[in-house]
């Protein structure tokens, strides 16, 4: 595949995953941690104009220089933006003109990719691919929380699964105590903060080949598990009863049954499917419960190709920290994963909609330990 039917393909995939929205879908913002989804299609599209077009195409003519302030993200190096918490007051520029956008950065993209692009374009150009990516999954999982919030808990898209349907043996995987090597070591992408590969020393341990189900979660649930301290940490616990939670994401109590918002709309739950939506908070609960614990990052990537992965992100009790001999690239690049390096949780695998062709056993996602509305789960660790 050349590099232009790769971004076209990737391009087109951002707006397919938006293909089943209304309009009035693509403008809401119930938290903040959820962008529009006319927002993100924005954004990438300001990646490609921000760091190829204007550096590299001499004739290239901004689409409109106020969108440097619009769709901005988090990237002190360029300049001011609107705020997060602002994105769903963002009434124009409208979905119509946003789609315009797209199409003239697409077709500005195209033309210059016609030519011979050095090392430096290169690699800007492939860490825009990975950019679009994360944003396709953070796509639809804004999506669902802005249609699993609606009343009507309207469907994405019918009989739309949340399961792959690859299932591992039950069981445990033993992992003899050594020296492993741990990060990225290929030739191909990978984030910054999968970088330097070094040794770790490990205990010997034992690893879940399943994840956690709902049905074990649910016996969780029916012995009281959010309603017992003993499991929790002390800020857990005080999230527990700040906030109400008495079971996942998504899920609803009705006349003495357990429904699931789904992509799909809202269904009983599936006892056999991973647990899903939960916060690290409940996944060290759930843990403890069981008297086992959560994997290390490092563990969880020394084990991985043992077992199926790729369900659920799941949360490990590694702090996102830099590996020995990180460092941050000069300018806003360097902006993308090093200042995040705090308060924040690791979460290893993949999720049912993470796109094709990125994932990696050494991928390192991260988020603060009382998020839920990415596709989160657990694996045991003893």
């Known amino acids: 595949m050349t590099l232009v039917e790769e971004y076209l393909q990737i391009r087109k995939y951002s707006e397919q995953v938006c293909e089943p929205l209304q309009t009035e879908d693509y403008v809401v913002q119930p938290v903040v941690d959820v962008s529009p989804p006319k927002w993100h299609l924005g954004h990438t599209t300001w990646f490609f104009e921000t760091f190829i077009l204007k550096p590299f195409s001499s004739n290239y003519q901004v689409y409109n220089d106020d969108y440097n302030f619009v769709f901005n993200s988090y990237y002190e190096t360029v300049g001011n933006r609107v705020i997060r918490t602002d994105r769903g007051n963002l ?6 003109e946003i789609y315009q956008y797209r199409a003239y950065v697409d077709e500005a993209m195209v033309n210059f990719l016609a030519n011979v692009l050095n090392d430096e374009v290169r690699e800007l150009l492939v860490l825009g691919f990975n950019h679009e990516q994360q944003h396709q999954e953070l796509l639809l999982t804004d999506i669902k929380y802005i249609l699993g919030n609606n009343p009507l808990f309207p469907a994405y898209v019918k009989d739309k699964k949340e399961v792959s349907g690859i299932q591992n043996e039950p069981g445990w995987i033993d992992i003899p105590a050594g020296v492993y090597e741990i990060g990225y070591d290929g030739t191909g992408f990978s984030f910054d903060n999968e970088l330097n590969r070094h040794q770790v020393y490990l205990h010997d341990f034992a690893i879940s080949k399943t994840l956690v189900t709902n049905a074990d979660f649910l016996e969780f649930i029916h ?11 002390s800020e857990g616990w005080d999230w527990v009863k700040s906030n109400h939670i008495a079971s996942p994401m998504y899920w609803h109590l009705v006349d003495g049954e357990w429904f699931n918002y789904t992509l799909g709309g809202l269904l009983p739950v599936d006892l056999n499917a991973p647990v899903s939506h939960i916060s690290y908070y409940e996944s060290y609960a759930y843990a403890s419960w069981k008297g086992m614990r959560l994997p290390t990052e490092f563990e969880w990537e020394v084990a991985a190709k043992h077992f199926n992965w790729g369900e659920r992100w799941e ?33 290893r695998g993949a999720s049912i909609a993470t796109p094709q062709n990125h994932s990696r056993i050494t991928y390192r996602n991260f988020f603060h330990p009382h998020l839920r509305w990415q596709y989160t789960g657990i694996r045991l660790v003893k």
Request: without cysteine; hydrophobic residues 35%.
């Open 223 to 233: 012995a009281g598990g959010y309603e017992n301290f003993n499991y929790w940490h």
């Open 315 to 347: 949360w490990t009790e590694s702090a996102y920290l830099a590996y020995p001999g990180f460092s941050k690239a000069p300018g806003a690049i360097g902006e993308y994963n090093g200042k995040f390096m705090v308060n924040q949780k690791v979460l």
């Open 91 to 96: 009434s124009r520029p409208g979905v119509n």
